[in-house]
């Protein structure tokens, strides 16, 4: 079974900095590729940001292209999402999810077959 578990959310004036991160169960973490999505409340979950499994390639939303780093350390079996210039917008439960089809990192909800519990972020005007 796998377990994802995103911590380092919080309460961030705008403009600020923030870095999840997403720590993975599981000797296979190597082999799929990850994605970032948020939900805020009232809304549909979004896609955010996505990387492939070796880490060469990311794709992301344009809502955050420019701001939010995705990577990932697959030794440590973790995926982070770095955000700069952060707006009231970002202000959502974010989660991570591994990809359940081969290498699929793009926004599709459905593509992923396992979603952790999410991490709240709150962006202050």
């Known amino acids: 079974q796998v377990q994802l578990v995103e911590s380092g959310g919080g309460l961030v004036q705008a403009g600020g900095s923030l870095r999840l991160s997403c720590a993975a169960s599981?000797?296979?973490?190597?082999?799929?590729?990850m994605g970032w999505f948020r939900q805020a409340p009232g809304k549909e979950r979004e896609f955010v940001a996505a990387?492939?499994?070796?880490?060469?390639?990311?794709y992301y939303a344009d809502s955050v292209k420019g701001r939010f780093t995705i990577s990932r350390d697959n030794a440590k079996n973790t995926v982070h999402l770095q955000m700069n210039s952060l707006k009231p917008d970002d202000t959502a439960v974010y989660y991570c999810?591994?990809?359940?089809?081969?290498?699929?990192?793009?926004?599709?909800?459905?593509?992923?077959?396992?979603w952790g519990q999410g991490t709240q972020v709150i962006v202050s005007s």
């Open positions: 599981g000797r296979t973490f190597s082999s799929y590729a």
């Open positions: 999810a591994r990809s359940g089809r081969y290498n699929y990192y793009g926004p599709g909800r459905g593509e992923y077959d396992y």
């Open positions: 990387i492939s499994w070796s880490g060469g390639t990311t």
